[in-house]
Every structure is written in structure tokens, then in C-alpha cells.
């Protein structure tokens, strides 16, 4: 407990030590008070968000680290040009194709959370060492380490749990308490507070203050939440510093900076707020122990000079805050910021584990990519929120949609953050923000979001009535509360795709999603409820009949009218084709459950029922509506298999689970009616007829004009013969490698061309090239540059070629290159060029070219930008074709160390009579494809005989 105007930000708390901060009174209490509230969940999110950012961190690592990112970048192109179709099929060999690269980012990220880990675990052992450091002066005072002991034995910490007592010299004038992972935490008193000893006013206070936070087992994690504030935003600064060295502060690491910001405030808001209320536990607990009088009285004596304006990021309150705070109740756990808090944190680590889970199983992503981001959100929402709302239930604290909204607004606002800044390390490829699409998963997310928190209210309402003091109920109670966490977050990852493709993800719930298992994850919930509702109400105590006959007639009502609507329609209108038999069948799914959701909402909104016993009454018409519905189909012959026992049953289920969820949040915060429930004919009848009403409306609307949006159409396999051509680079066999000649009847290849004949030449290389090339605007042949050594520039310029300018009579020349990819880094081209003379052209050409490839190992060519390119001169063998052949390979590279760019191309030259043939090929970041670029040599003779 720090005092008024008391410096030493280095203290975890501390009471200071003169009389005008002393704390204390005479009073003794009656027995040790409640011990301080563990704040285990707060120091999980603090975690939790320093982990997210050593994700991203090393993400923004592996795109600043060139030789990491560029490979990666490069299998990006190539592979979503060679798979550019989203067919499933296509889809997992383009996976298969970037696995590598992924994996290799996933490691990165991984290594990211790592360090961030042992930069945690380095302050929890390096701050306490430094605390302990500062006390290089320590004083013996008789007497204090006696009463110290005595006040360890009175507050249960005896033996091994005994901290040590070290009394500090001047200038140290705060108590506080430190330790590490290993060893007992040690309590420093200053000098004035331990001469004292024998002065319980002053003595006893501060002591009871420091054992508070021995008995909450955090000193080590206290000590190290003062510095992990400072962790974010220097762990993306160090990871940006290659970004920065060699391009300067670019967009990708301001976004990724910018991003890290935000989190880092939240961390920091969270390490204060903890600190705070951390501090505010052990006031409690000192007045506890019946010091509280004096305590506050001091407080309030403290302020009396000038006050330090409040701020945000302070680790103690100020006095009087503190004073006030302990004359009246202390606040109920769970409020708005603690929902805001947990919502935030969650939607946190959810991003970053679905990046890192996607990355390192990039061909499992849809079997563990979902699961593992959904469990990780669900347990921050669930075990974040559930004690501090069952500690709230017990105090009798209503306000429940405090935390609901907190929890919806911090999912949200961080699900926008998450999608509007972008940042290296996620799943997507590019980095791309976009302020509409992140508005709506911000608004898709955050009522996810309101129902996860609205089922821990109810839960922890329902624990606290039946079984307060049950630690097995408790732990079950979270158990279910991380299951229907996990189901109620299952669409989240489907909800990033509602902007861009609206049919899919209305496809994956209608389809996939009664599949998938994990939506029924939330009929434990139910089951807990029914448990819990044995033989007593929600906060009070019920007649002995446990179900009422208006909550069973009711439920009756609603199954007779549901199934028995969605039966009738079957009989009357059969349906005659594929396409209305899956309209019906998804609207008796619907209509299912829709009844059960009617029962819950007439019977909790109509008080007839609270909200436990009215999910119970729902799940039960939903689950009994379904099971008469197939019933109806095994009856009927439209039932074969399991899969229609799924369709039939699961679908309903799954669909009721996420109604009951999205109405919880309105549900939960209607307070209890207690009092008998009446059972009188018109108690009776009221419930019956708002239910036969409700699901009469909702039978023809969904029967009737049906709901908009609510209809998928069933998915239909492609006949054969319009289904997707394969997109894989199909390239005809290289024939024989013999010298062309011309076939009786055909045109001599070697003969003068037109400009016509000479164009289709160049034009036939299209036949041959793979999906993913386009004609590109062409452009004027390189000149300019500067070619060191000067001898090379023959070759580097093919100016052998040009003694041939002056009898030439057609030069036609075509080019074509790949579709520039999503990160624009590989990339390949071909440049075919046709002339023809007035006279053959003579042999001495190839040699004078091989002349100059021998005489030039390795060049260097100059921009006029200063821009260099090294050419590394390499022989392959010609193909043999034409008259006469031959072929120069470069292997270039631009750029040094990690920011190194390489390629290879290829020049190809065949001689036919009066005419050349001249084909260039080049690769950059990929390899050279040898197959393509002797397929298009091979096109552009063929077509010459033509």
C-alpha cells in the first residue's frame, strides 16, 4: 500500500512509514478476515496479450527478414498461379504447394510467442534480484521480527509459508513486499514503521497490508506486470529494424507498429488496473483484520497537502480514493471494464492463434485452424469472466448486462482493430485494410461475443443458488462454460468471410455447421441447468413439484403446433423436385427450432419461469419437435442412413443452441420474481396461449413467405463435362531433338516470311502457355545501361546480331509474362522475335555468338538509376532444331544480404534458311520452367513451316 505523496515507483505496494501515512488501529478483529481475492484471470489476459504480440512480432519479423519473406512471397505467386480455382480440389494442392513456406512463417511466430514468454519470465526473476539489490543497508531492530512472526502465525502463514522480514534503512521509507518464483516472498519495512513495533496502531496495519499479498501467492507476477507494459511496442520496434534499414519506415511496419500501439496500451490499462485492484485487496483485507477506521482516517489526513492529478496508468489509487473505498461496500467483481477487459483480450489471442495454427498446419488449416482459435477465445471469455460473476452472484449484485456489454464492445472494437490494421503473421496473404469489412466482423463478432458471456452469467447464477459452497460444482460449472464458449464461437471464423462472400458462409451454417460436432457442445449446458435446478429455484426456494402444469402444457403447445405445421406442409405439398424437398427440409429444421426458442422466451420474459427452468423447457419442445419431425420420415420412407438422421436432428440443434445464445444477453439481466408460482386454470392458460400464438406466427412465416436470407440452396455436383478445366501448366511434348525440315506439301520453313506469316510465328507460343500468362503492354528494348566489364557487351547487348540489320527485311516480336501475384515477387516472362532476310543468314552468326558467351564469364549491368544487376554467364546445351542452334543462360542476382533478389533466363537462337528465331526466357524468384521454354522454341519453328 503506497501512501500519500510516496515516491518508490518501483514498489509493488507498500504503507509508508512517518505519521502522516501511518495506517492502523487498536482494533484486533475477531479472527483473520477473508483472505484477498486471487486475481489469477487477470494476470492469464496480461499473458495472454504479451503472447499475441510476440506473434505478431514475429510475423513482422519474417516479412522485415527478406531472405525469409521472399521465398515465401515467391511460393505465394507461383502456387496461386498454378491453383488459381477455388475448387476443393484445387484449394488443397495449393495448400500443399505453400505448406512449406507457411510452416517456415509459423516457426518464426512461434519463436515470437517465445520470446515474449521469456521476456516475462526474465522480469519475474531479474525484478525481484533488482529489488533485493536496493537493500544493501538493513537494519536489526529488537522486538519486530518477534511481533512479525506473531501477525505470520495469526494470518495462517506458518512454517514454509512464513515470508522473511527485512527492515530497510533510510532513504527507503515505503513498505512493500517482493520475491521471486523460487523461495518465500520477503516483506521490507522502513525503519520508522518497524521501531514501532511495539505500537499496534502503527505497526500491525502495515504489516497485515504487505501479508495480504502474501496470501494472494502473486508477489513474483505482481513484480513483473510493472515492466511487462513496456514489452509491446519495443518487441515490434525490434523486429521492424531490418524493415527499417533497408526501406525505410514503409506502411507494413507503420500498420504493424501502429497495431502493436493499441495492444500496448491495452496491456498497459490492464497492468494498472490489475495493480489498482490489487491494492484495493489488500486494504480490504487490513480493514478486515479491523483496522479500517484508522486506516481511512490516515488516508483522508494524508491529502491535505497537494494532490497529484489521478492517472490513467497509475498502479495505486490515490488516498482518498482509498479512504472512500473503505467506507462502503466494496464494488461487486464483473462489472463493465472487467467485461471489456476479458472481451478485448480474447478477440486477441483468438487472431493470433488462428494465424499461428493456420500457418504451421496450412494443410489441416480447416480441421485445426477454427478449432484451435475457437478453444483459445472461448477459455479467455469463459474463465475470465465465470469467477469474477460467480463472486458477483454471491454478493447479490444485479447489473448483469454490465459484463455482457463490456465483453460484446471489447470483442468488437478489437475485432475491427484486428481487421482494419492489419499486420504481418496473420492467414491472409496481404495486408490489405479495409474499414467497411472490419465494421461488419466487428458487428458479427460482438453479439458472439454477448452470448458467451451471457451463458457465464447464467451459470454463475444458477451455481451460486443451488450449490454456493460446492467447489465440484464450480469446477463442473466452468468446465460446461468453456464447452458452450467453444460452440457459441464456432462461426467466428466464418464470419470473416460474410463480407467477401456472403453464399459460402450462408452455405457453411446451413451445411456444415449441424456437422461439425462442436455446436453440440452447448447441450451441456442444458444438462447443467437441469442438474443444478434439482430441487430448487434461482435464488429462492420453490413448492416440491418441480415443473408447473403451465410450463408443460405450455411446452406441449409449442411441439403440437411446430412439428405438427411442419408435418402438415410435408402431406399437403409434396415436393416434386431436389431443389423444394431441401427448401422443406430446411424449413422443418427451422420451424423446430424456432418452437423451442418460443418456450423460452414467453416463459422467461413472462416470469412464469426463470431463465434456467426456461432453457430447460425450450431445449426439451426443440429437442422433442426434431425427434417428431423424423419420426415423420422414417414413417414415410425419406429417411435413409445416418446422414439423415444428422440432417434431421443435429441441424434443429445446432440451429436453437445459437437462438437460445443471441437471446441470453437480453434474458439474463431480467432480475427474479420470487414468490410461488401460481396454478390456478388462468395461470395455466396465460403461458399455453402466448406460446400457441408465438409459434403459430413463426409457423407461417417460415412456412409462408420464409425468411429472407434463411435459404440455402443444396449444393449440386457439376455433370460431367462442365466441371472446372485443370488449371495445371499443360505443355506439349518436346519432339525428337532432329533439325527441322520441310514435309512434302508444306511451305519451306526457310523461306523469306511476310510481316503476317512472321506475326503468327510469334503469336503461336500462346498454344503452349499455361494458365496464369497474359500479353502484357510492351515495351522498348533495354539500352542504357552501363555493362562493366566493356568486353562483355557484345553478349550482354547481342550485338553479334546486328551486322544482320542491314538485309533485314521482317522482325516481328511478341511477349507475354505471368499474371503479377498477390505480393508481386515472382514473376517470368517470354520474348519471342521472328526475322526474316533477303539471304540466308550465314552460319558465322552463332559463332560469333559463341565467341562473345566465352569471352564474358560474368558481367555487371548498370541502370541509370545506379541500379546494378550481376549476370552469371552459364552454357546449356541448344535445341537441336533448325539448321543451326544455340542457347546462353544467365543466373542474375540484384540486391546483397538478405534484401538479395535472384533469377535465371535464357536465350535461345535458331537459324532456318532466311530466317532467326530468338526466344528469351527469365524467371525471377522462381525457378526457369525448361519444359515451357523449349515448348515455345519448338511453337515458333514449327509455325514457321506452316
Known amino acids: 500500500m503506497t501512501g500519500p505523496g510516496a515516491g518508490g515507483a518501483h514498489h509493488d505496494g507498500g504503507t509508508a512509514a512517518d505519521g502522516t501515512t501511518g495506517v492502523g488501529d487498536a482494533g484486533t478483529g475477531t479472527g483473520p478476515p477473508l483472505p484477498p481475492d486471487r486475481l489469477g484471470w487477470l494476470y492469464a489476459l496480461v499473458l495472454a496479450s504479451l503472447i499475441s504480440v510476440g506473434i505478431s512480432a514475429g510475423g513482422l519479423y519474417f516479412v522485415a527478414d527478406r531472405s525469409l519473406s521472399r521465398p515465401w512471397a515467391a511460393a505465394v505467386d507461383v502456387c496461386t498461379r498454378a491453383h488459381p480455382v477455388a475448387a476443393a480440389e484445387q484449394s488443397a494442392a495449393r495448400d500443399r504447394c505453400l505448406a512449406g513456406q507457411f510452416g517456415r512463417r509459423g516457426v518464426v511466430m512461434l519463436a515470437g510467442a517465445g520470446i515474449a514468454l521469456g521476456a516475462a519470465a526474465a522480469l519475474v526473476l531479474v525484478l525481484p534480484l533488482a529489488d533485493r539489490r536496493r537493500l544493501r543497508r538493513r537494519l536489526t ?83 513483473a506486470v510493472r515492466a511487462l507494459i513496456w514489452v509491446p511496442v519495443p518487441a515490434v520496434l525490434a523486429a521492424g529494424l531490418l524493415e527499417v534499414a533497408f526501406f525505410g519506415p514503409n506502411a507494413t511496419y507503420l500498420t504493424a507498429l501502429g497495431r502493436a500501439t493499441v495492444v500496448a496500451v491495452l496491456t498497459a490499462l490492464l497492468a494498472a488496473g ?79 492463434a488462428d494465424a499461428l495454427a493456420r500457418d504451421l498446419f496450412l494443410t489441416a488449416q480447416a480441421a485445426v485452424g477454427p478449432p484451435v482459435a475457437v478453444c483459445v477465445g472461448a477459455l479467455l471469455l469463459s474463465l475470465g469472466l465465470l469467477p469474477a460473476l460467480v463472486r458477483r452472484a454471491a454478493a447479490g449484485a444485479g447489473g448483469w448486462w454490465r459484463p455482457v456489454l463490456g465483453a460484446a464492445i471489447g470483442f468488437a472494437v478489437t475485432a475491427f482493430v484486428a481487421t482494419a490494421l492489419p499486420v504481418p503473421g496473420s492467414s491472409g496473404v496481404s495486408a490489405r485494410p479495409d474499414v467497411s469489412v472490419a465494421l461488419l466482423v466487428a458487428a458479427l463478432a460482438g453479439p458472439l461475443a454477448a452470448s458467451a458471456a451471457g451463458l457465464c452469467v447464467l451459470l454463475a447464477r444458477l451455481v451460486v443458488a443451488r450449490r454456493p459452497g460446492s467447489v465440484g460444482w464450480r469446477s463442473a460449472t466452468y468446465l460446461v462454460a468453456a464447452a458452450a464458449g467453444v460452440a457459441v464461437l464456432w462461426p467466428l471464423p466464418a464470419v470473416a468471410s460474410v463480407p467477401t462472400d456472403g453464399h459460402a458462409a450462408r452455405n457453411w451454417l446451413v451445411f456444415a455447421l449441424p456437422r461439425s460436432g462442436w455446436p453440440l457442445l452447448a447441450l ?138 443471441f437471446t441470453l444477453p437480453f434474458l439474463v439481466s431480467r432480475p427474479t420474481v420470487p414468490g410461488p408460482v401460481p396454478s390456478s386454470p388462468a395461470g395455466v392458460r396465460g403461458p399455453v396461449a402466448a406460446v400457441a400464438v408465438l409459434a403459430a406466427l413463426l409457423a407461417v412465416a417460415v412456412l409462408g413467405p420464409g425468411i429472407p436470407g434463411a435459404y440455402a440452396p443444396l449444393p449440386v455436383a457439376e455433370p460431367a463435362g462442365l466441371s472446372a478445366p485443370s488449371i495445371a501448366p499443360v505443355v506439349p511434348p518436346v519432339p525428337d531433338a532432329t533439325p ?91 520474348v519471342i522475335e521472328i526475322r526474316s532476310h533477303a539471304e540466308p543468314v550465314p552460319a558465322s552468326v552463332l559463332a560469333e555468338a559463341e565467341s562473345a558467351r566465352r569471352a564474358c564469364p560474368r558481367f555487371t549491368a548498370r541502370g541509370a538509376g545506379g541500379s546494378a544487376v550481376r549476370f552469371a554467364v552459364d552454357a546449356q546445351p541448344p535445341p537441336a532444331l533448325g539448321e543451326q542452334s544455340w542457347r546462353v543462360d544467365y543466373r542474375l542476382s540484384a540486391g546483397s544480404g538478405r534484401a538479395r533478389i535472384t533469377g535465371r533466363s535464357a536465350f535461345v537462337i535458331v537459324r532456318v534458311g532466311h530466317n532467326l528465331v530468338t526466344v528469351y526466357g527469365s524467371a525471377v524468384s522462381e525457378p526457369l520452367d525448361e519444359r515451357l521454354l523449349d515448348a515455345a522454341v519448338e511453337a515458333a519453328v514449327a509455325k514457321l513451316g506452316d
Open 740 to 830: 527441322t525440315r520441310s514435309a512434302p506439301g508444306r511451305p519451306d520453313p526457310g523461306r523469306p516470311l511476310t510481316h503476317a506469316q512472321a506475326r503468327r510465328a510469334a503469336g503461336a507460343v500462346r498454344a503452349v502457355l499455361p494458365r496464369g500468362w497474359r500479353v502484357p503492354p510492351d515495351r522498348a528494348e533495354g539500352g542504357g545501361s552501363r555493362i562493366d566489364p566493356s568486353a562483355c557487351r557484345p553478349l550482354a547487348e547481342d550485338s553479334y546480331l546486328d551486322r544482320l540489320g542491314g538485309v533485314e527485311r521482317v522482325r516481328e516480336r511478341a511477349r507475354f509474362a505471368t499474371v503479377p501475384g498477390l505480393t508481386a515477387t515472382a514473376s517470368a516472362e517470354l
Open 524 to 661: 451441456l449446458v442444458p444438462l447443467l441447468v437441469g442438474l443444478l435446478l434439482r430441487g430448487a429455484g434461482e435464488g429462492h426456494r420453490r413448492p416440491p413439484r418441480r415443473w408447473d402444469r403451465g410450463v408443460v402444457a405450455a411446452v406441449l403447445t409449442a411441439v403440437l403446433i411446430g412439428a405438427g405445421a411442419a408435418l402438415w406442409r410435408t402431406e399437403l405439398f409434396p415436393p416434386g423436385t431436389l431443389a423444394e424437398a431441401g427448401r422443406q427440409a430446411q424449413q422443418r429444421w427451422l420451424l423446430c427450432a424456432l418452437t423451442g426458442w418460443a418456450v423460452l422466451v414467453v416463459l422467461a420474459v413472462g416470469r412464469r419461469a426463470g431463465v434456467g427452468r426456461a432453457l430447460t423447457a425450450g431445449w426439451a419442445a426443440g429437442t422433442a419437435a426434431a425427434l417428431l419431425q423424423y419420426a415423420h420420415a422414417l414413417l414415410t420412407g425419406r429417411a435413409d442412413g445416418w446422414d439423415t438422421a444428422e440432417a434431421h436432428l443435429l441441424a434443429p440443434l445446432a440451429w436453437l443452441g445459437y437462438l437460445v445464445a
Open 141 to 223: 531492530v529488537p522486538g519486530a521480527q518477534e511481533r512479525f512472526v506473531d501477525l505470520c502465525d495469526r494470518n495462517g502463514l506458518a512454517g514454509r509459508r512464513r515470508p522473511r522480514l527485512i527492515v530497510a534503512a533510510p532513504p527507503v521509507r515505503q513498505a512493500y513486499t517482493t520475491g521471486g518464483v523460487i523461495g518465500a516472498p520477503t516483506v521490507v519495512l522502513p525503519a520508522a514503521v518497524a521501531v514501532a513495533h511495539a505500537d499496534p496502531a502503527r505497526f500491525d496495519p502495515v504489516v497485515a497490508h504487505e501479508l495480504a499479498h502474501v496470501l494472494a501467492r502473486d508477489v513474483a507476477w505482481a513484480s
Open 274 to 352: 490489475l495493480l489498482r485492484r490489487r491494492e484495493r485487496e489488500a486494504d480490504r483485507y487490513a480493514a478486515g483484520a479491523g483496522h479500517g477506521e484508522r486506516l481511512a482516517a490516515l488516508l483522508r489526513a494524508g491529502t491535505a497537502g497537494p494532490t497529484r492529478r489521478r492517472r490513467l496508468l497509475a498502479r495505486h489509487s490515490d488516498p482518498a480514493t482509498r479512504a472512500a473505498a473503505l467506507g462502503r461496500p466494496a464494488d461487486p467483481p464483473g462489472g463493465l471494464t472487467h467485461g471489456l477487459a476479458v472481451g478485448a483480450v480474447a478477440m486477441l489471442a483468438t487472431g493470433a
